[in-house]
């Protein structure tokens, strides 16, 4: 099955800076499907992070971003990233990105993992001094 391929997770501090990469195979065309991040704690919901819509035509950012995370593509690469700056204790998760062909970027789609296309299998972030 088609799958995201994330990476850059690790043992980090808190106040630490991490960006996280999402591969996404070439058959999910950047310009066609939005991709969005997500962060699942242990025992958790997964929560909607950030998305970026086809063809990176917007940005959205969820709650857990909390003005701290970017969202970019690098078109070239097929890969999209997440900066993530000042991490905090609440950040430790796994995260996972995905992609929904052709729908909008915005509230609803981080509310909306169970529609989903595709996902990746996750990488781990871990916040502890």
């Known amino acids: 099955q088609v799958q995201l391929v994330e990476s850059g997770g690790g043992l980090v501090q808190p106040g630490d800076s991490v960006t996280l990469s999402c591969v996404v195979p070439?058959?999910?065309?950047?310009?066609?499907?939005?991709i969005g991040w997500w962060s699942q704690a242990p025992g958790k919901e997964s929560k909607g992070v950030s998305c970026s819509g086809p063809g990176e035509t917007n940005r959205y950012y969820g709650d857990p971003a909390m003005g701290r995370f970017t969202i970019f593509r690098d078109n070239a690469k097929n890969t999209v990233y997440l900066q993530m700056k000042n991490l905090n204790p609440e950040d430790p998760a796994t995260y996972y990105c995905s992609a929904d062909l052709a729908d909008p970027c915005g509230g609803y789609y981080l509310s909306d993992q169970y529609g989903m296309d595709y996902w990746g299998k996750g990488t781990q972030v871990t916040v502890s001094s």
């Open positions: 070439e058959i999910i065309s950047l310009n066609r499907y939005a």
